[in-house]
């Protein structure tokens, strides 16, 4: 069975760190473009960091400097490391895949059309 298994979620203070992980099964990570996104209570759902397949990442303004993502072929996850964390990081984070292309633009009403795979989310909150 192919999916995404997220973890790592939790309740931490202001400047916390967490570290969310994505767990792929029946596909290899390395042979897939690989997202997090998240979406907070009466947000829309945004892109926080990406990696191509060739291991290029991408992390949205706001995270930069504060989150870090990598991939570890051999455990076949995808990490977001997230330090100095704020209460606007408050969010459920999902994790995505896609052979062909990743997108930035996220909405949980199409995920299936517009992503391969996408898991069931973790959730992140940050108190201040």
């Known amino acids: ?13 202001s400047g916390g760190s967490l570290r969310l992980s994505c767990t792929a ?8 473009h690989m997202g997090w996104y998240r979406q907070a209570p009466g947000n829309r ?15 949205r303004d706001s995270v930069q400097g ?22 606007e990081d408050t ?13 930035r633009y996220c909405n949980l009403a199409t995920v299936a059309a517009d992503f391969d795979y996408w898991g069931q989310g973790t ?3 940050v108190s201040s």
């Open 1 to 13: 069975e192919v999916q995404l298994v997220e973890s790592g979620g939790g309740s931490v203070q």
């Open 25 to 32: 099964s029946g596909f290899s990570v390395a042979d897939a």
């Open 45 to 59: 759902c945004e892109w926080v960091s990406i990696i191509e397949r060739d291991g290029t990442t991408y992390l």
């Open 66 to 87: 504060r989150f870090t993502l990598s991939r570890d072929n051999a455990k076949n996850t995808v990490n977001l490391q997230m330090n100095s964390l704020k209460p």
């Open 91 to 103: 969010a459920a984070y999902y994790c995505a895949a896609d052979r062909a292309r990743i997108t």
């Open 123 to 125: 959730q992140v909150t």
